[in-house]
């Protein structure tokens, strides 16, 4: 059983043919709200990707935004723990979607700061806390001490990037980011293999969008190359990643397992538009998992070298 603690925004987007730069106005094409943040997409995620229990704190505002939100939560099968904020609003979102499928972010948090550590359900019978960084960061850190305790494992998805202090990093069995979130948390490295030995955490996973992702366990490093869609929307990828990946361990899946199975539903993810409305089913993973065969020598051997892995 997972327990997600983290964010929920109502997600405004818009198509453009391209992500406006500093001080450009740019006609875009159609506005949609999506059910989206972090926390919440990676609560869906999790459900989706069958067997695993998945429940979920967060905080939303007494006002219209939060009622798709919890619609697409409850639909999912999440069970939820919310704390209602009479005097905030709901989260958030404002997203330009490029024509080449990728997107520029800006986050109101609004109810989603209000998350202070005595919300935390008690943590008995959950395998996994699953985190994000769109809620304060003692709150992250409180959650993470009492999980602990619990013996609970720590997971965290350090996304929005943010700096994040050694003694939260030394609360931590499994850390996810992408390239950006490991140079904010380790400054830049020469490589991503020399990022990831400067952090002391177990487990930490890098996902490298097109790419794939890697990661080191203890002292082994293991790739998983990207599989290959045609994307239309990249929201909402990275956190399709996170909630299967820990959905997958919940169930007793070895590490490799795990990249296999977020990876193929990550990909999913980005052919669909939105958020939550994009995350894929256990059934349309399986299917991609059936059509793509293992990836070959080649594969692996690139990936190895782009993050410059020892041998
Ligand atoms: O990772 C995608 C999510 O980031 C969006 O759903 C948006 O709400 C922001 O939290």
């Not at 989706?48 to 939100?69: I, K, N, T, Y």
């Not at 080449?100 to 972010?105: D, G, L, M, V």
């Amino acid at each position: 059983m997972i327990l997600v603690a983290g964010s929920a925004n109502l997600d405004f987007v818009v198509r453009a043919p391209h992500i406006p730069a500093p001080g450009e106005t740019v006609l875009g094409h159609a506005f949609t709200t999506f059910p989206g943040g972090k926390g919440a997409n990676q609560a869906v995620a999790a459900a989706r990707a069958g067997g695993a229990s998945a429940q979920m704190l967060l905080a939303l505002g007494e006002d219209a935004f939060a009622v798709p939100l919890e619609a697409s939560l409850t639909g999912a099968g999440v069970l939820l723990h919310i704390v209602r904020c009479a005097d905030l609003a709901t989260g958030t979102a404002f997203i330009c979607v490029s024509d080449a499928a990728e997107n520029a972010i800006t986050v109101a948090p609004g109810a989603n700061n209000a998350l202070e550590g005595r919300h935390l359900p008690a943590m008995g019978g959950f395998s996994h806390l699953l985190m994000q960084l769109e809620t304060p960061l003692a709150t992250v850190a409180a959650y993470a001490r009492a999980a602990r305790a619990a013996g609970s494992k720590v997971v965290l998805n350090a996304a929005p990037a943010r700096q994040l202090d050694a003694g939260l990093l030394d609360l931590l069995d499994i850390l996810v980011v992408n390239q950006g979130e490991l140079a904010s948390i380790c400054g830049n490295s020469a490589s991503i293999a020399e990022g990831l030995q400067r952090l002391k955490v177990p487990v930490v996973v890098v996902t490298l969008g097109e790419r794939g992702c890697c990661a080191r366990v203890g002292e082994h490093y293991l790739v998983q190359p990207a599989f290959a869609v045609q994307p239309v929307d990249t929201t909402g990828a990275g956190d399709t990643f996170c909630g299967v990946l820990v959905a997958a361990l919940d169930q007793g899946a070895d590490m490799a397992h795990a990249l296999r199975q977020a990876s193929a539903a990550s990909a999913l993810a980005c052919t669909r538009a939105g958020a939550q409305s994009s995350i894929p089913d256990t059934t349309a993973v399986a299917a991609l998992l059936q059509q793509q065969p293992r990836s070959d020598i080649g594969a692996l051997e690139a990936l190895r070298s782009f993050c410059a892995l020892p041998p």
